[in-house]
């Protein structure tokens, strides 16, 4: 039987998740929209649409999905209207209507499997797991000198070098717990260079993952960046071009000294057991990693705050939260 569980594809911003997510959406199976605001947003948001076991509370939340202007749902495509009815006609769980958001967008594009990709996901894996309990996680790693390069120069990006190499060393401690406690089908971590060198060796481990079979189309994402990536994101220009090696490395001349100092110094030990070799650049002065430290220290305190008032709220869910969607969550519903 063909899988269709949910996938979703994580990584430290700037890591190459949009070239994967093309790559996903190339295949004739699985369908990767753009970028939406609405999952997390509508997890903490639960309470405001009352209990989902009644239709006019599933519509509400349909409404805000098709209409609030931050969840990004007019990248979809989809007919408003029609998808609000369908997920007030769907099973009476947040998961589930999250959940035929994005298949009405892969049956959209005739796929019988959807994905999603946010790479700060990777901070939110045990929420989206509540949603979807037998989703798959697919984290890319790329060198962080290379990510912190490339942070830097994002028009959106607005904090310093200093979060954004607080940034990537989250998204490795973040791949590490993932990988200690999720089953080893469901958590699966590749990296951007590996990926560019050797797509249809790299594809293929992954398809293998996800119990598909390798399509060549994957190899070519370009093909599909027209339709899958919104023109806006000009950020994203070098996925219209052909799979390259080209960007792996280029943090040596993007990059000041004094930056390369402050990524080998904060990250040495997370970028070479993920196979970067250092440059022997010197020694981060004392405030530039104290920076560092505050920078994490504060998002930390932020996490943590809200994980807490998360887990009591958990006590007063007005409906179940995860989806009844898949072959799997069926199954399980079937058993209680």
Same mark, same amino acid.
């Given at each position: 039987?063909?899988?269709?569980?949910?996938?979703?594809?994580?990584?430290?911003?700037?890591?190459?998740?949009?070239?994967?997510?093309?790559?996903?959406?190339?295949?004739?199976?699985?369908?990767?929209?753009?970028?939406?605001?609405?999952?997390?947003?509508?997890?903490?948001?639960?309470?405001?649409?009352?209990?989902?076991?009644?239709?006019?509370?599933?519509?509400?939340?349909?409404?805000?999905?098709?209409?609030?202007?931050?969840?990004?749902?007019?990248?979809?495509?989809?007919?408003?209207?029609?998808?609000?009815?369908?997920?007030?006609?769907?099973?009476?769980?947040?998961?589930?209507?999250?959940?035929?958001?994005?298949?009405?967008?892969?049956?959209?594009?005739?796929?019988?499997?959807?994905?999603?990709?946010?790479?700060?996901?990777?901070?939110?894996?045990?929420?989206?797991?509540?949603?979807?309990?037998?989703?798959?996680?697919?984290?890319?790693?790329?060198?962080?000198?290379?990510?912190?390069?490339?942070?830097?120069?994002? #028009?959106?990006?607005? /904090?310093?070098?200093?979060? $954004?190499?607080? @940034?990537? +060393?989250?998204?490795?401690?973040?791949? &590490? =717990?993932?990988?200690?406690?999720?089953?080893?089908?469901?958590?699966?971590?590749?990296?951007?260079?590996?990926?560019?060198?050797?797509?249809?060796?790299?594809?293929?481990?992954?398809?293998?993952?996800?119990?598909?079979?390798?399509?060549?189309?994957?190899?070519?994402?370009?093909?599909?960046?027209?339709?899958?990536?919104?023109?806006?994101?000009?950020?994203?220009?070098?996925?219209?071009?052909?799979?390259?090696?080209?960007?792996?490395?280029?943090?040596?001349?993007?990059?000041?000294?004094?930056?390369?100092?402050?990524?080998?110094?904060?990250?040495?030990?997370?970028?070479?057991?993920?196979?970067?070799?250092?440059?022997?650049? #010197?020694?981060?002065? /004392?405030?530039?990693?104290? $920076?560092?430290? @505050?920078? +994490?220290?504060?998002?930390?305190?932020? &996490? =943590?705050?809200?994980?807490?008032?998360?887990?009591?709220?958990?006590?007063?869910?007005?409906?179940?939260?995860?989806?009844?969607?898949?072959?799997?969550?069926?199954?399980?519903?079937?058993?209680?």
């Amino acid at each position: 039987m063909q899988s269709d569980r949910p996938i979703f594809v994580i990584g430290c911003p700037r890591s190459g998740t949009t070239m994967l997510q093309l790559m996903l959406h190339s295949h004739p199976r699985i369908a990767v929209p753009p970028e939406t605001r609405f999952l997390v947003p509508g997890y903490y948001r639960r309470f405001v649409f009352g209990d989902l076991r009644e239709q006019g509370n599933r519509r509400r939340l349909g409404r805000w999905i098709v209409s609030d202007k931050d969840t990004k749902f007019k990248e979809l495509k989809l007919d408003g209207e029609e998808l609000i009815e369908n997920i007030a006609a769907g099973p009476p769980t947040l998961g589930s209507a999250m959940g035929i958001t994005f298949r009405s967008y892969a049956e959209q594009h005739s796929k019988s499997r959807w994905g999603d990709k946010r790479p700060s996901y990777f901070h939110h894996v045990d929420l989206l797991l509540r949603l979807f309990p037998d989703a798959q996680f697919v984290h890319l790693i790329r060198d962080g000198r290379d990510c912190v390069a490339s942070l830097k120069e994002m #028009p959106w990006y607005t /904090k310093d070098v200093f979060h $954004a190499v607080t @940034n990537w +060393a989250e998204a490795i401690d973040y791949g &590490r =717990r993932h990988a200690k406690n999720l089953p080893a089908d469901s958590y699966y971590e590749m990296r951007y260079e590996d990926l560019t060198a050797y797509p249809e060796t790299e594809l293929g481990k992954l398809c293998d993952f996800l119990g598909e079979d390798y399509d060549p189309a994957m190899s070519e994402p370009q093909h599909v960046a027209r339709v899958a990536i919104p023109e806006h994101k000009v950020w994203h220009q070098n996925t219209h071009g052909d799979v390259t090696t080209a960007r792996s490395g280029s943090w040596k001349s993007r990059l000041e000294p004094w930056e390369v100092s402050v990524c080998e110094t904060v990250l040495a030990e997370r970028l070479t057991a993920n196979g970067y070799e250092l440059s022997g650049a #010197p020694k981060a002065a /004392k405030e530039h990693v104290e $920076a560092c430290e @505050n920078a +994490a220290s504060k998002r930390r305190w932020a &996490r =943590r705050r809200k994980e807490f008032r998360d887990r009591i709220n958990r006590f007063r869910e007005p409906s179940p939260v995860a989806a009844q969607l898949t072959t799997r969550q069926l199954g399980e519903l079937a058993k209680v």
